[in-house]
């Protein structure tokens, strides 16, 4: 299946230019106005087709409108959406329960925003430092890693190398301690008698699909039990069949203290967030210490509870393990043609284009003329995440896509 594109754009030139004047620019959006979507392809308001090779950055993971999702949000949406966690709802226990088997924790937080799982995850070690570990009050100290992306609170930004996100929001809240990425020396130097916790991606999204050196994330694992330090994984991008298998550290057969989890868990319907760990840990917290009116509401549980289930079957994880191998191939055989790098796990990928024949930002635009969405990061690099039920002759179409215009702009060089 291809794209098909119009002859004309007014309707969505009109449309993006009317919500540019009346935005915030805390976005620069490529200029497309989405109207309908469908699996792995989306339909602007002037008819023309696009495929999809972001997936809401992972949020997508099972498609637009997949349909056991969407008639599970209208029945749900027919009968009970929000109760607040002053009242227990029906959907509730069982979410908490098949979510915490499938991360084999004991205890669910559910939130909305990954952001403010990530939030929540901070609390949770620090508390769990000052009451269980014996942290000297106030002094507790998380190590994180350079090139992160965790979220835009100002907490989150204050340990953030990445200037956009950093400068101008201060002041920021002491207590992290960052370090290189993949770096386990400089993880155990930073540890001291008051760190509390390790918080760390096991693959850098954001930062262009980043992966750790062969063997860290079982270092890491080792290191934080030898110090008694806690680890919790942000596999909010990379989590929930992504990068072929339910989580990035099963990879390395690792398994945290802490599962930091969102964007696919709401199945591209409602925010879902949570936190997922032993009762060591999560039991720390008591009523009153921490909370959220719309985490974990009768619409988020019935729709994440789908999500769980359609994982623990297995069929999506190996679905983007095998489209994975296919995408990888194609990606490294553009590698001196106009790329100058790749990064691939499972149905994911970070591209990095050479200089020469312009910034991410241009590809991305090239590839949009074509019928295909991508979105660029950090200048140079185009991540692809494709939603895990894409078809193969779709994923090879758009493949072939980014092939012409980056063998094209070298041609021109």
Wanted: charged share 20%; net charge negative.
């Amino acid at each position: 299946m291809t794209a098909v594109v119009s002859g004309t754009q007014q309707r969505s030139s009109e449309l993006f230019q009317r919500a540019e004047s009346r935005t915030a620019r805390n976005y620069k959006p490529l200029p497309v106005v989405i109207e309908h979507a469908e699996g792995a392809w989306m339909t602007d308001v002037d008819g023309t087709r696009y495929l999809d090779l972001l997936a809401g950055y992972s949020a997508l993971n099972f498609g637009h409108g997949h349909p056991g999702l969407l008639r599970t949000a209208h029945e749900q949406l027919d009968k009970l959406t929000l109760t607040s966690r002053a009242f227990v709802h029906d959907q509730f226990a069982d979410f908490c329960s098949e979510l915490g088997d499938l991360c084999g924790k004991d205890l669910v937080l559910p939130m909305n925003t990954g952001a403010e799982a990530v939030e929540t995850a901070i609390k949770v070690m620090r508390k769990w430092g000052y009451e269980i570990k014996g942290v000297t009050p106030n002094e507790a100290n998380i190590v994180v890693a350079g090139g992160n992306f965790h979220g835009r609170t100002t907490t989150i930004v204050g340990f953030s190398d990445d200037p956009d996100a950093h400068n101008g929001f201060g002041p920021f809240a002491p207590g992290f301690r960052l370090v290189p990425f993949g770096d386990l020396d400089a993880v155990s130097a930073a540890i001291d008698e008051n760190t509390v916790g390790v918080l760390m991606e096991p693959i850098q999204g954001e930062g262009g699909v980043v992966l750790p050196p062969d063997g860290f994330l079982e270092g890491l694992r080792r290191l934080c039990t030898e110090r008694n330090v806690l680890w919790a994984a942000d596999e909010i991008q990379a989590g929930l069949g992504r990068t072929g298998k339910t989580f990035a550290c099963d990879h390395e057969g690792v398994v945290p203290d802490l599962y930091v989890l969102g964007k696919a868990l709401g199945g591209g319907i409602v925010p879902v967030s949570a936190v997922v760990a032993d009762r060591e840990i999560l039991g720390v917290l008591r009523p009153g210490q921490h909370g959220s009116t719309f985490g974990g509401n009768p619409l988020a549980c019935a729709v994440g509870l789908e999500v769980v289930r359609m994982l623990a079957t297995n069929q999506h994880q190996e679905r983007a393990a095998e489209l994975g191998v296919m995408m990888r191939e194609r990606l490294e055989a553009l590698v001196g043609n106009g790329v100058v790098a790749v990064r691939t796990r499972g149905l994911w990928a970070g591209v990095d284009i050479d200089p020469a024949i312009g910034t991410g930002r241009e590809i991305c635009e090239a590839l949009m003329a074509r019928g295909v969405l991508a979105k660029d990061t950090h200048g140079s690099t185009i991540r692809l995440a494709p939603p895990l039920v894409i078809e193969a002759d779709d994923l090879a179409w758009g493949l072939d896509q980014l092939a012409e215009v980056v063998h094209g702009a070298s041609d021109q060089d």
